[in-house]
């Protein structure tokens, strides 16, 4: 089976990466912590915010 390469550049929850790895697939990640999960936060607060407005 070939190997797929994809990036993201995403936050991740719900142990998205042991579902991965259930299905196969070998996820790389890391934690990020301090300014830059904050700054993270409020980026995805933001594009939640947006896509909700949007679908008023």
């Given at each position: 089976m070939p190997y797929h390469r994809f990036?993201?550049?995403k936050?991740?929850?719900?142990?998205v990466p042991t579902?991965?790895?259930a299905e196969?697939?070998?996820p790389e990640y890391h934690h990020i912590?301090?300014?830059t999960l904050l700054?993270?936060?409020a980026?995805?607060?933001v594009e939640e915010a947006t896509?909700?407005?949007q679908a008023l």
């Open positions: 990036q993201f550049n936050l991740v929850r719900d142990n579902t991965q790895r196969g697939c070998r912590r301090g300014d700054k993270a936060l980026a995805k607060l896509e909700t407005q």
